[in-house]
Each structure stands twice: as C-alpha cells, then as structure tokens.
C-alpha cells in the first residue's frame, strides 16, 4: 500500500468537489497509516473508517447537488454508482465490525481507494464541462 498522491489528473475543476476528494484522500491516506503502523489498533482504524463513511456521504450529496444545478445529463447513472459503492464500502464495513482484524481493515482501504481514484478520474471528470466555473 502507498499513500494517494493528489494530482492534476484528478482534478475535476469545481472547488468544493476538488476539496472534498481532497479530504476523501486525507482519511484514505490515514486509514494506510493507521494499517502500517507497527501496532494494529482496530479501534484507530474504526475512528477513522466512521469519518471516511460520514464524508463519504456527505460527498457524494454534495456532488449530486451540484449534478442537479447543472442539469448532468448522466445523473441517474452516476447517482447509481454513489449508491453501488456506499453498499459496498458498508457491507466491507459490517465485515470489520463483526471482525476487526487487519485483513478487513485492509480489505475496505483497497477497495475504497481504487474505486475513488478510479470514480474520479473516469467518472468525476465527465462533469468538467458543466461545472467549470460554478460557485456554490
Ligand atoms: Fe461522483
């Protein structure tokens, strides 16, 4: 595992959607190292998965406002993936409390980090065009 570096790439060019992906790495980045540290604390790692879900959520409403505002055309389709993966990180999330161990810990940094930067980049981005320049 390695941290998430933020770059040019990932930027979708509206400010509160870029400082809330950038706030989505942070957490992401320090659910890593609360995974690398020399003494697995599965409570650390709880801490910090309830702030990355709350953001999560929070995130994804925000963004689907401003999706609304701009009239996105692929609103649904890009609403059904926000779900898809809220379903997904929970379900990893229910998995980690039943059994804290660092392998389900581990398992929802992989999935939560590949399919953010990969939400982002192939997804996120598609929205440039509408939202440049929207304040909010
Ligand atoms: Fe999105």
């Keep these: 595992m390695s941290a998430i570096a933020w770059r040019r790439q990932l930027s979708v060019g509206q400010p509160s959607i870029d400082e809330d992906h950038k ?8 659910l890593d190292v609360a995974l690398n540290a020399r003494v697995f604390l599965p409570a650390r790692v709880a801490k910090i998965l309830m702030k990355l ?3 999560t959520q929070e995130h994804f409403s925000r ?28 379900e990893l999330s229910g998995h ?3 059994d804290p161990s660092h392998q389900n810990a581990e398992r929802i940094y992989t999935f939560t980090a590949n399919w953010l930067v990969n939400h982002i980049i192939m ?9 440049r320049g929207v304040w909010v």
């Excluded at 706030?23 to 992401?28: A, D, F, K, N, S």
Aim: glycine share 2%.
């Design 23 to 30: 706030h989505l790495i942070e957490y992401l980045n320090d």
């Design 96 to 98: 980690f409390s039943r």
């Design 63 to 90: 963004e689907e406002k401003i999706m609304q505002l701009v009239r996105y055309p692929k609103f649904d389709d890009h609403v059904r993936q926000h779900h898809e993966a809220v379903r997904m990180i929970g």
């Design 123 to 131: 997804q996120d981005t598609q929205l440039t065009p509408y939202v």
């Design 53 to 55: 879900l709350e953001y």
